[in-house]
């Protein structure tokens, strides 16, 4: 009833013993073993326990599509890996190895009472049994499900390995390393085609590796193959995805077959763009359907062919075939020839080819032709078999203690598939076949049904004389689908495979149906009394086999995930103290806090520096855009609302861009350095969307236009001085430029010196006080920074930032676009009307400026609130009512969209979108926040100096 | 990943190094104060949205920076052609 090493052959290496531990035991096995194949040496026949009723389950398979033997490894803090198929994984002195879906351990397992209550688990079950009350889903049902159902556990720390990435590309990709891909290779070889071929496991040869007649073969081949400089070899690496364009995803695993963890990448990503593609992926063997089919024990012909041959391990003492194909008697005859003891050979057909009866009687195999397994005896291995004569219906015990399955084959169209390429049903082999390619590429070997395995009869399942309601026939292994499943499908009135797979779970997650497919399609045809090409075929999607997370994710991980923008000026900030906050990838310093000052006292104590002495801010940020070119004021005449092209130079205006449908998408104040240049700015998230948009228009729509725009983000780093005394500082620092306000207003530009440094100096505020803003080249932007520091000590100049900077223009008014508007709010809606030129025939959005929805009375409009209790700040985001008395759910007239403590006033202050709001000036509003409602008056959204008497000084 | 043809570069990219910009060949009126609000709006927000052949536009963003026309098969998703803006559509 259990595997055992054979006394010679395969390919392992019986001088180098290895020794590994599953589920805490340790075992012996050799170099080139896989775990599986080590396992079933010793005698180990359950794997693991199913995904939903906790049945035990042994290997079904050899290769990749193995659905049952999933495993954890463990390789210490951090490097645990779920869901590994015991037949990939090469076993190494040190591996530890665990089951899964288990509870407290693999031969004992709770969970298998849900086995037992199989009956109350149809199709579907979970869908209609959690239906009600629907609010105990999320809390009670789902958590409970997922406890019980499952496979292995997620890893809970941090992965520390290293994955690497690259891109290749070459002439010719040959996926599948098997006889067939391999031929491929070898007749283009001496092409001078650049050529990879890559192969899942560890050495190259797929079939041939069980069959030792070829292994001469093999080696002459991989010889060339390898000594060929333009052949690239990739073992160790699926092939997961086909991607447009012959684009290629592959994962080739680098040290987790080794015995110690190396300090180099553990996987590494392969993006390859092939001329032409090869898919020679095989064939995947096909299970028979019948009842006890999922013991331990049962197992594909072809992969104890693969377990005898490659690895020496016999499946059992005495097993037996249940066929429906010609190509398990070729795989039995194989045993035989190694030493095993056949059991029996058990053929659902009434005849089968003469020679494979000779071959059988002069091994000594007994046959049972028209005969069907219908019982399989043991529940943790195999002890015994029951046998049907389909002639009479009579059932006899053979005493097998494997079980081998031969229902034929199916191709592994799977990435095929991912390419788009068509189907065609083969009747004779019941499988699809490729048919027309989608991309450069073709199929060879077993994935195109070009196979010489013989031939065999096509069944859905094994007929049985036993009740078909007392029967657990498993056509998928991995997610627990019975035959009894897809016809209660059927009967409950699905008719697509589509919904039938859906419904089932037949053939989804990580084992995207390898074993299942063909089986789930043809018991679905004998249920709807439909040809299989009339019922349809699921699509196979990537990954072919799963993925870690860390392969796909390379490098784009911890700071190299999302790239961190920083001023020039950052590293002074950083030197002192500055607290940080991220804005559209940009690092800005958010306050700079003295020793014992939270967020909240630095920014009153920078808020007052600013309107009693002097503010430095870093305002490098800030989206630079300069446009150049004779036609420079008319492409800006038309891109903003107000007019520019009376603008003098040395002017600045603040600008209002809308979208074509008439809304507010960003601000900024520009200058007009010379008739033909402006320097434009935008908001810091907006700098890359209104660059876009303005290429748009004068590259699609005035294309007659010359002008040129040119991003000059990052060639500026902007210092803005704020506060009465900041004329005072600039003086003996600018050379070049008279700054009295009668040679220099406010909302002017001058182009001089700073410290000796080319400066295009702004006059201008985004604060309400006397200001400029310094624009240097970048590299000098700390240096001017800290000249700056120096000659403002005097005045006890005082670094703010960003949340100063929001309190400061929030009492003066002015909006942040993105937060005061959002998409919806018109100039009119902000009161920026003022901003838009009446006189102009046209400008991005005028027109939308009289659609009907916008000249509409009832639009949120913004206004200042001021709340009753002036101590409390609103939360921003918090939603408006206008009677907090009406029945829930209230009619909600607007939200808070900017709210803050105003140290300068006093008071906290706050601006809102409200319906009808420009209205509403002197009204009472409600706001209800957690715990209370609170109370507002409707106000202008100017609260300190709205003659702006400070800024003309 | 998509190839796509930049009829500016004259080569054939990675769809990385493009953004899509929507339907193409949509003009925007001369005069749009003269547009009654029904042709407004369908110049503003009616799309065609078919199976099959679609004219689109690109912009190859992080390349030469130039937008250009396309027809994609939206079925196969494969690229019938690109050409530049201002060609007749095809």
């Known amino acids: 009833m259990s595997g055992f090493r054979l006394k010679t052959g395969g390919r392992i290496d019986r001088s180098q013993p290895v020794m590994f531990s599953f589920d805490g035991k340790s075992y012996q096995g050799f170099a080139g073993d896989t775990l599986a194949s080590a396992l079933l040496a010793n005698g180990v026949m359950l794997f693991g326990r199913s995904f939903k009723y906790h049945r035990p389950r042994g290997l079904v398979a050899a290769g990749s599509e193995e659905p049952n033997a999933l495993i954890s490894v463990n390789r210490g803090p951090g490097r645990f890996t779920p869901n590994l198929r015991a037949t990939g994984i090469e076993i190494h002195n040190g591996l530890n190895a665990f089951s899964q879906n288990r509870w407290p351990s693999l031969a004992m397992d709770f969970g298998a009472i849900n086995d037992r209550l199989g009956m109350f688990f149809p199709a579907g079950f979970y869908n209609k049994t959690f239906m009600w009350p629907r609010s105990f889903w999320d809390k009670v049902y789902e958590p409970a499900i997922r406890k019980m159902a499952g496979l292995g556990d997620a890893p809970t720390t941090e992965d520390p390995d290293v994955y690497a990435s690259t891109y290749a590309h070459c002439d010719l990709l040959i996926i599948g390393a098997g006889p067939a891909g391999i031929d491929a290779a070898l007749g283009s070889m001496d092409s001078n085609k650049r050529i990879i071929l890559i192969d899942e496991q560890d050495e190259l040869g797929g079939g041939a590796l069980a069959d030792p007649a070829l292994w001469p073969w093999l080696e002459r081949s991989i010889k060339a193959l390898t000594n060929a400089p333009n052949v690239t070899i990739l073992t160790r690496t699926t092939a997961f995805g086909y991607y447009h364009d012959n684009f290629i995803g592959a994962v080739q695993r680098l040290t987790d077959h080794l015995p110690e963890i190396e300090d180099r990448p553990r996987e590494k990503l392969w993006r390859i763009r092939a001329g032409e593609v090869v898919l020679a992926q095989g064939a995947i063997e096909r299970p028979i359907v019948f009842d006890g089919n999922d013991t331990p024990g049962v197992m594909l012909s072809s992969a104890a062919k693969v377990y005898a041959h490659r690895y020496g391990v016999a499946v059992g003492k005495a097993p037996a075939l249940m066929a429906s194909h010609d190509s398990g008697w070729h795989d039995i005859f194989a045993l035989a020839k190694a030493g095993i003891r056949i059991c029996a050979i058990i053929d659902v057909r009434e005849s089968v080819d003469s020679a494979l009866m000779h071959e059988a009687d002069r091994l000594g195999i007994t046959v049972y032709l028209n005969h069907g397994v219908v019982g399989v005896h043991g529940r943790h291995g195999v002890s015994s078999v029951d046998i049907c004569d389909y002639a009479d219906q009579r059932v006899r015990r053979v005493d097998a203690d494997a079980l081998l399955m031969a229902g034929g084959w199916t191709p592994s169209v799977h990435l095929w598939s991912h390419s788009k390429g068509s189907l065609k049903w083969r009747d004779d082999l019941g499988a699809y076949v490729p048919d027309q390619p989608n991309e450069n590429v073709h199929c060879v070997g077993g994935c195109s049904g070009d196979w010489d395995y013989g031939t065999g009869a096509v069944i859905d399942m094994l007929p049985t004389p036993k009740d078909q309601s007392r029967i657990k026939a498993f056509v998928d292994f991995q997610n627990d689908v019975t035959a009894k499943d897809i016809t209660l499908a059927v009967r409950e009135g699905f008719r697509s495979i589509e919904h039938i797979k859906r419904y089932t779970t037949n053939g989804m997650a990580t084992d995207q149906g390898k074993t299942s497919n063909l089986n789930g399609l043809q018991i679905a045809s004998s249920a709807l009394n439909k040809p299989v090409p009339d019922i349809g075929l699921t699509s196979f999607r990537p990954p072919y086999t799963p993925q870690t997370f860390g392969a796909l994710a390379g490098h784009a991980k911890g700071a190299l995930f999302q790239p961190t923008r920083t001023t020039n000026i950052d590293s002074w900030a950083q030197a002192h103290g500055a607290v940080f906050e991220l804005v559209a990838q940009w690092r800005r310093a958010r306050y700079f806090p003295k020793p014992n000052e939270d967020m909240h006292a630095a920014v009153n104590r920078e808020c007052v520096a600013v309107r009693s002495s002097l503010g430095i801010f870093d305002a490098s940020t800030l989206g630079k855009i300069e446009v150049v070119g004779p036609d420079a004021a008319e492409f800006l005449n038309r891109m903003y609302t107000n007019p520019w092209k009376a603008l003098e130079p040395g002017r600045c205006r603040y600008g209002l861009l809308l979208r074509e449908d008439g809304f507010i998408t960003d601000d900024g104040v520009s200058a007009r350095l010379a008739p033909d240049r402006f320097h434009l700015t935008t908001t810091t998230g907006g700098a890359a969307r209104v660059l876009n948009m303005m290429e748009d228009y004068l590259q699609t729509e005035w294309p007659d236009l010359d002008v040129w725009l040119t991003s000059t983000t990052e060639q500026y780093a902007v210092i803005a001085l704020q506060g009465p005394n900041a004329r005072k500082v600039l003086e003996p620092l600018v050379q070049g430029i008279d700054l009295s306000p009668e040679a220099f207003p406010h909302m002017a530009i001058r182009e001089g010196t700073i410290c000796g440094i080319n400066t295009r100096l702004f006059r201008v505020s985004f604060t309400g006080e006397l200001g400029f803003e310094i624009n240097v080249p970048t590299a000098y932007g700390r240096a001017v920074w800290e000249q700056l520091m120096a000659q403002g000590a005097q005045y006890d100049i005082t670094p703010y930032g960003t949340e100063a900077m929001h309190v400061l223009r929030a009492e003066k008014g002015f909006i942040i676009v993105g937060q005061d508007t959002d998409g919806t709010v018109t100039p009119f809606d902000a009161g920026l009307d003022w901003a838009v030129g009446k006189k102009k025939p046209d400008f991005v959005g005028k027109r939308s400026m009289a659609r009907p929805d916008i000249i509409a009375p009832g639009r949120k409009q913004l206004v200042g609130l001021l709340t009753d209790d002036p101590n409390l700040v609103l939360e921003e985001g918090a939603q408006i009512v206008a009677d907090p008395n009406q029945p829930i759910p209230m009619t909600m007239i607007g939200h808070v969209t900017s709210s803050y403590w105003s140290e300068t006033l006093g008071r906290s202050i706050a601006m809102a979108l409200v319906a009808g709001g420009h209205d509403r000036t002197g009204d009472t509003l409600h706001i209800p926040m957690p715990g209370k409602t609170h109370t507002a008056k409707v106000t202008g959204t100017v609260f300190y100096d709205p003659e702006g008497a400070r800024l003309h000084v | ?90």
């Open chain 2, 1 to 90: 990943m998509i190839l796509i043809h930049c009829p500016y570069c004259d080569e054939k990219r990675p769809e990385i190094e493009f953004a899509n910009a929507g339907q193409a060949h949509i003009a925007r009126p001369l005069d749009p104060s003269g547009q009654s609000d029904a042709d407004w709006e369908a110049y503003l927000f009616i799309r065609a949205n078919p199976r099959g052949r679609h004219h689109e536009r690109w912009r190859h963003i992080h390349g030469c920076g130039r937008f250009f026309n396309a027809v994609r098969d939206t079925v196969t998703d494969k690229f019938e052609t690109t050409y530049k803006a201002g060609e007749p559509r095809r």
